[in-house]
């Protein structure tokens, strides 16, 4: 199986009318806003603007009775714990929903399972061991939605449990104390979309609120302390940044972030070379996020949250330097698993629309990763899986064409316990169950994907000639932040650039430095992961690019960020 091409597609223009109500805007900013759905004038000015909506967390349905239930806790000194997740979300939900609590004065500690020995979400002899302790209360961020016996083991052993989480919901939810999820039916909240984060923030945002309005003495938190955590979180777990709600969250956010407060943060910027004042989403996506994963990924993800929380500046960076060290060997373990899941997809061509992996070498904490590689280089669904003596942790990743948690739904008889989104989700499988499962899945992805022509597509925003790359065009294009999932950065195309410079860059020299040129215009251009073009540039080409702004010494110049190279046609 060879990797796909794109097919390259340029968007439609809009009605003259459109660009015409957008005038001081441009026709390229008009031409974007309208193609992502903003077909009023109106809708695309409130998109760019700082005044979209953050809704009353009182319109999630539970919510107050999980606040009540808590407040009762915290007057009652009962213990608490915040039950949270291995991933970026999960540790920046349990951070914030600990120091909300215990501004509150609440008797809180944070429980984060174990990727290895425990797996996702709720389990049954953790429950049981923290209701031996005293515990109370259990409150679930970003998980717990599908947990239907565990939650009733926890209810068996004394406990009350608060479910909060944003995947998918099953056709059961669990028989918690209170289940807060925008997703479910009987919720009516606006926003469907947010992260495991935002959902903590918003029980946050509630108790907040209800000391406020009913403490003699409400603490000094405010929700606004909490919404750096939020943007990372939002954004580390690729929430759609196209929803208003999500939006203004992580636009506020960023502010916090620019800021450093915290010791943590600001040593996690240290290690990943990004100053403060210039964080975007881009530095949190491939910055911040992948180092705070990596924790949960191949160690403890209590590294991660200690970061977070850590007051100290020296605790601090030591804790950082300690997930750079583990994110370095992330990356190679990666890289190595990669090359593996490559050799037997190769050796079997009978699943030409189900890319399957399994090896007992793989880290449980990366098979997520090379599904997703996978599954970009050859826009199939993916499966990846470790296999362990006994039961087995896989991942999947997707295209948009398959919903891989609804095919889970249809294996669930063989798995211990599955979850995820339309695109990405994990399971557990006994090993017994490994071979009826691949077949099951292989027979459901060619009933949904047999006989279609399926090929990646990379849409074009606007064709523009080098005249029209101007620094003033690329300063508009910043009003379109934060950019990401479902907002993602603008993609140009232009034709028939002359190869000027050329040479191989990066530690590897698998990256490109380019210097493109059209008559006595050029420009420069970054290519990352393309350096193979090295040997074989034509004189023309064609390039598929992000228009930034670079600052590098003190200098300001346009940059292309080459994502697509062709050959020109003649």
């Not at 420009?523 to 390039?543: C, H, K, N, Q, S």
Request: one cysteine or more; glycine letters at 8%; hydrophobic letters at 40%.
């Amino acid at each position: 199986m060879s990797e796909q091409l794109k097919e390259l597609y340029i968007l439609p223009e809009p009605p003259a009318e459109f660009t015409q109500a957008l005038s001081d805007l441009g026709p390229v900013m008009a031409k974007i806003l309208y193609n992502r759905g903003l077909t009023t004038p109106q809708a695309a000015r409130a998109f760019l603007s700082d005044g979209l909506p953050i809704h009353n967390p009182f319109q999630l349905y539970c919510m107050s009775s999980a606040v009540a239930r808590i407040r009762n806790a915290i007057k009652s000194k009962e213990r608490i714990i915040v039950y949270g997740d291995f991933d970026a979300d999960g540790v920046t939900s349990t951070a914030l929903l600990v120091e909300t609590l215990e501004a509150l004065g609440a008797k809180v500690a944070p429980y984060i399972p174990d990727r290895i020995d425990e797996g996702y979400g709720l389990n049954i002899p953790a429950l049981e061991q923290l209701a031996q302790e005293g515990v109370g209360l259990i409150i679930t961020v970003d998980c717990g939605i599908r947990s239907i016996a565990e939650v009733e083991a926890g209810i068996a052993a004394g406990l009350d449990i608060i479910v909060t989480d944003h995947h998918s919901v099953g056709e059961v939810t669990p028989r918690a104390y209170a289940v807060i999820n925008p997703k479910q039916p009987v919720c009516k909240y606006p926003e469907k979309m947010l992260a495991g984060v935002g959902i903590a923030y918003k029980l946050a945002s509630a108790l907040l609120a209800s000391a406020r309005a009913q403490d003699r003495s409400p603490p000094d938190l405010s929700e606004h302390d909490l919404l750096d955590l939020v943007a990372l979180g939002t954004v580390a777990d690729l929430a759609p940044l196209d929803r208003p709600e999500n939006r203004r969250l992580v636009q506020l956010g960023l502010q916090q972030l620019a800021k450093a407060r915290r010791p943590g943060i600001y040593a996690l910027m240290d290690v990943s070379g990004i100053r403060p004042e210039k964080i975007t989403t881009v530095g949190i996506g491939y910055g911040l996020g992948p180092r705070i994963n990596a924790a949960g990924r191949l160690e403890d993800a209590k590294v991660a949250y200690e970061l977070l929380r850590a007051t100290d500046l020296s605790q601090a960076s030591s804790l950082a330097q300690e997930l750079q060290q583990i994110n370095v060997r992330r990356q190679q373990l990666t890289t190595e698993a990669y090359d593996t899941a490559l050799g037997q997809i190769a050796l079997d061509p009978t699943t030409p629309n189900l890319l399957f992996a399994i090896d007992e070498g793989f880290s449980p904490g990366i098979v997520g990763l090379v599904a997703g590689k996978l599954t970009e280089a050859f826009y199939r669904p993916s499966v990846v899986i470790q296999k362990g003596e006994e039961e087995s942790h896989g991942s999947c990743r997707s295209i948009p064409e398959f919903n891989i948690t609804h095919a889970l739904d249809q294996c669930a008889d063989l798995l211990l316990r599955h979850g995820g989104h339309a695109q990405a989700a994990g399971f557990t499988i006994m090993n017994e169950n490994l071979d009826a499962f691949r077949e099951r899945l292989n027979e459901i992805t060619e009933d949904a994907l047999g006989g279609r022509n399926l090929q990646p597509t990379l849409a074009i925003d606007a064709q523009l000639e080098m005249i029209e790359l101007t620094m003033e065009l690329a300063r508009k294009l910043q009003a379109l932040e934060p950019m990401g999932t479902e907002n993602p950065e603008p993609v140009f195309f232009t034709r028939r650039l002359s190869v000027v410079e050329a040479r191989r860059v990066g530690s590897k020299g698998h990256h490109l430095k380019l210097r493109l040129a059209d008559g006595p215009l050029s420009v420069d251009a970054i290519a990352f992961r393309l350096g193979e073009w090295f040997t074989r540039l034509p004189p023309y080409i064609d390039v598929a690019y992000h228009l930034q702004i670079n600052e590098w010494n003190g200098r300001t110049n346009l940059q292309m960020n080459v994502i697509d190279i062709r050959p020109t046609e003649r």
